[in-house]
């Protein structure tokens, strides 16, 4: 069955660093992945999306990798703030029997920036 | 302004009271969907919709309904609500892009509390 795996545990870093978060899937293979962020109680933002021909992505201070021969995506935040601190999603699509893509979201990782 | 909205965003209720939640979105959207949030197990899929009186079940369909007679809104409707559908729900709204990704916008959340 479709499996999508992120750090479970908190992410906890000094403002100014970078955080580095993983996200592993397998029984996929997605055209592309998405991450989204989710602070507490409010509905999911979307980030960015990769696609998977592009070995990376890039916006402001956010990188995306995607590595389909490892099934692995990893999103970086540069220079980190603590308005960085959220808990991040990975979302690969689903393919399912009828041809139609669904978004699937991993359970996400949260990240804590500390001044 | 563009935005998923949800309607009621905070409800108590007892077991058996059928209940509907409202969800528009102002985007012209093909696509929706229903989200519930557990702690622990993310985001599952509960409904979609590929667009007017085309919906489809997710992850966890049971005890739910929808449907979708306009464009705009994709109502969530519990005929018969309880306890283990305590949960945080959310609607997202999303288009089709030209690489056949779906960018999904989810609305502000409802918490509903079965007793």
């Known amino acids: 069955s479709q499996k999508i795996e992120q750090n479970s545990e908190a992410l906890n870093i000094q403002e100014g660093k970078t955080a580095t978060l993983t996200c592993n899937y397998t029984?996929?293979?997605?055209?592309?992945l998405q991450w989204y962020r989710q602070d507490p109680g409010r509905g999911p933002v979307f980030l960015l999306l990769?696609?998977?021909?592009?070995k990376e992505k890039r916006k402001e201070r956010l990188k995306v990798t995607f590595d389909t021969t490892l099934k692995q995506s990893l999103f970086h935040i540069t220079a980190s703030q603590p308005a960085d601190s959220a808990t991040y999603l990975c979302a690969p699509p689903f393919r399912r029997t009828g041809g139609s893509y669904i978004p699937t979201f991993g359970r996400g990782t949260s990240l804590i920036v500390h001044p | 302004e563009a935005q998923v909205t949800q309607n009621p965003r905070y409800l108590i209720t007892v077991t058996g009271k059928k209940l509907t939640v409202t969800c528009s979105q102002n985007?012209?959207?093909?696509?929706m969907s229903w989200y519930r949030q557990d702690p622990g197990l993310g985001l599952r899929q509960i409904y979609y919709?590929?667009?007017?009186?085309?919906?489809d079940k997710g992850d966890v369909p049971e005890g739910y309904k929808v449907s979708r007679k306009e464009k705009r809104n994709f109502p969530l409707i519990l005929e018969s609500p309880s306890p283990n559908q305590t949960s945080l729900y959310f609607c997202?709204?999303?288009?089709?892009?030209?690489?056949?990704?779906?960018?999904?916008?989810f609305g502000p959340g409802t918490r509903l509390t079965v007793l």
């Open positions: 985007m012209n959207h093909e696509y």
């Open positions: 029984n996929y293979s997605p055209a592309y």
């Open positions: 997202a709204s999303s288009f089709r892009t030209s690489g056949g990704a779906h960018e999904q916008f």
């Open positions: 919709s590929m667009n007017v009186e085309a919906t």
């Open positions: 990769i696609r998977e021909n592009e």
